[in-house]
């Protein structure tokens, strides 16, 4: 079983749509993330979490907001989704620390027409 | 200008071969360095840390030039398996695990 695993693996739906993407892990880590990469642009962070009671906005929050759920589960939802949100977007999760390596779910890849 | 900077490639080299990538990144205040893998639709994967004094894992070295602001990975003995996209991911001090991440270089290794 993987150690990140994202719901649903990938998803079409229709402008002003409400999407949920779910991320739940197995590794015990304190902090977790959610990131969407688009051609040419590399991953780009939208919001992390250091834990249950911790959110905070990444580079990119517009549009999005989270739920921290429990040390193991953290949604993503676009509340009214749009066309150009359409990207492929993972959750990852790492240990405290400065320089814990990140581990990241399969993504899920989203087309909003 | 972006954050880190990468040259998008692709780099198309025959199996056997050394290549080397280059980042160079902005921030001053970068502490951690870091490349990592990502196949064609999958999830990157941590490839290797960087240190300052430069450190090597079998064919995979990396270096870095804090004075300079510039990581690099050298890739010897191309192998088929190697072709992927790398990507340069920086974190800064006092941000607790951020990453910032490159848009990645890719690489095709042709037989």
Redesign the interface.
């Known amino acids: 079983d993987a150690d990140v695993t994202q719901t649903p693996r990938n998803r079409i739906t229709k402008t002003g749509k409400r999407i949920m993407l779910e991320c739940s892990q197995t590794k015990g880590h304190d902090?977790m993330?959610w990131y969407r990469q688009d051609p040419?642009?590399?991953?780009?962070?939208i919001y992390?979490s250091?834990d249950v009671k911790d959110i905070n906005k990444?580079e990119i929050s517009d549009g999005y907001s989270v739920s921290r759920q429990a040390q193991a589960k953290f949604s993503l939802s676009l509340e009214s989704a749009i066309p150009n949100q359409t990207a492929?977007y993972?959750c990852a999760t790492?240990a405290?620390?400065?320089?814990?390596?990140?581990?990241?779910?399969?993504?899920t890849?989203l087309s909003i027409l | 200008r972006k954050e880190v900077e990468q040259d998008p490639g692709p780099f198309n080299v025959p199996e056997g071969a050394t290549v080397a990538f280059n980042c160079t990144y902005s921030n001053s205040a970068s502490q951690s360095f870091f490349w990592y893998r990502q196949d064609c639709r999958k999830e990157p994967k941590l490839l290797m840390s960087v240190y300052s004094s430069g450190n090597e894992d079998g064919r995979f070295t990396a270096q870095l030039n804090r004075a300079s602001q510039y990581i690099s990975l050298l890739i010897r003995d191309s192998k088929l398996s190697d072709s992927a996209t790398y990507l340069c991911v920086v974190t800064h001090y006092n941000q607790g695990g951020k990453l910032i991440f490159g848009q990645g270089t890719e690489l095709s290794v042709k037989p």
Not at chain 1, 40 to 45: I, S, V
Not at chain 1, 97 to 107: I, K
Request: no cysteine.
């Open positions: 902090r993330y040419g642009l590399g991953l780009r962070l992390y250091f990444g492929l993972f790492s405290a620390g400065e320089v814990q390596p990140q581990h990241f779910g399969d993504g890849r």
